[in-house]
């Protein structure tokens, strides 16, 4: 499959050139409550089509025929655990700003589903306005079953400018699989250097840092692994024969005779610190940021890397339903995936293209709708 940007509106483009079962990893970041923003992004040369932009995209968050026609279409969908939660949510809601923009949401969303592999992963960024209301609805699309994470990113340094509430400095990224079998690379964080100087206490001869480690089996019904080693009958962790062999090789701590013996786990075998759900390691865009394009919603490209590192790998197909200024595609290209981007701006698909191609000289992709 080819690199991919389309110009359109998402659901049009999902429904007509994306294959069911096609794509490997999702990530979007639709837009919401934000229209002086998007009044920003629209603005083109051509005043005209500019300001039919604008209206076009700001009715898509109204109450109106075509959100009405996006909920009948997820009521009259094969998966009822959507349509019931959607039902029960304008009974709720009531048929007001929110609710167009969940029911606009929702009929992307199965959609989205439909193209997802079995063993596919989606993330969805958005920030506390919704995303509640969206977890609900990605419940029902994809499955209670099926979620994996709440992910909080700090987005921005907290701010004193409101004085009834805490400060809000996060964004929320929804994480979603497909089936129980789904990509999931690990990946390890820079190690926190209190964490070390606090646990990584012993250094050997050969100046290799290390800290002691449990070696006994945390089930005590374990017959077979049940013996005496250096004067200690405990069930341990590994067999007999591991137990003798990293005893040889100086892995193996006893402080004193009948004390439990522990094993050496050194710094430098391991892989880092495991990642969280809870993540402040990836600075935000500010004005001095060499990565700013202007664009008002753009997140760091690190940000993206790690969700794509994480959720797919290299020759795998990444797509971005709201591409924006483009950052998940170009994530996708410098860390060796296949992607499809889609926007509903000419601005957006336009800003795309001259990053592409001024990070990535001569690159090939195609190009619709334009």
């Known amino acids: 499959m080819t690199n991919a940007l389309y110009y ?23 837009p919401f409550n934000s229209n002086a923003t998007y009044n920003i992004l629209f603005k083109a040369p051509s005043g005209a089509a500019a300001q039919a932009q604008i209206e076009a995209f700001e009715d898509t968050w109204h109450w ?5 026609s996006a909920y009948d279409e997820v009521l009259k969908s094969e998966n009822t655990d959507a349509a019931s939660l959607l039902r029960a949510m304008r009974g709720f809601l009531g048929e007001n700003d929110m609710m167009a923009y969940l029911a606009m949401m929702a009929v992307r969303l199965l959609e989205l589903h439909r ?8 993330y969805l960024h958005c920030d506390p306005t919704a995303s509640h209301y969206l977890k609900i609805v990605l419940d029902g699309v994809f499955g209670i079953e099926n979620f994996r994470n709440e ?15 805490y400060a809000n400095c996060r964004d929320v990224i929804l994480r979603y699989s497909k089936s129980g079998q789904v990509v999931f690379n690990k990946v390890f964080g820079e190690h926190n250097p209190e964490y070390i100087e606090k646990f990584y206490r012993y250094v050997d001869a050969d100046g290799r840092r290390y800290r002691l480690g449990d070696l006994t089996n945390p089930n005590k019904n374990r017959p077979n692994l049940t013996y005496e080693f250096l004067g200690v009958t405990r069930v341990w962790r590994w067999t007999k024969d591991r137990m003798h062999k990293a005893y040889k090789e100086g892995r193996i701590v006893q402080s004193k005779p009948g004390a439990v013996p522990q094993v050496k786990r050194y710094l430098d075998e391991m892989p880092g610190q495991p990642l969280s759900d809870d993540w402040d390691d990836i600075e935000h865009l ?18 993206l890397e790690r969700i794509i590192q994480t959720s797919s790998n290299e020759g795998d197909i990444v797509l971005d339903p709201f591409c924006g200024c483009g950052t998940a595609v170009h994530a996708a290209q410098k860390l060796g995936r296949r992607w499809i981007g889609i926007d509903i701006t000419c601005l957006a698909i336009s800003l795309i293209e001259r990053r592409l191609n001024d990070a990535f000289p001569g690159i090939e992709y195609e190009a619709n709708g334009k």
């Open 64 to 68: 109106g025929v075509e959100a009405e």
């Open 286 to 303: 500010h004005a001095s940021n060499t990565e700013m394009l202007g664009y008002p919603t753009q997140k760091p490209l690190a940000l």
């Open 151 to 165: 992910i909080s990113w700090r987005r921005s340094q907290p701010k004193s400018h409101t004085s009834v509430n």
């Open 8 to 30: 359109g509106d998402n659901l049009r483009v999902l429904r007509e050139s994306i294959a069911s079962g096609s794509v490997d990893l999702i990530y979007l970041d639709p």
């Open 115 to 122: 193209v997802l592999k079995p063993t596919g992963s989606l």
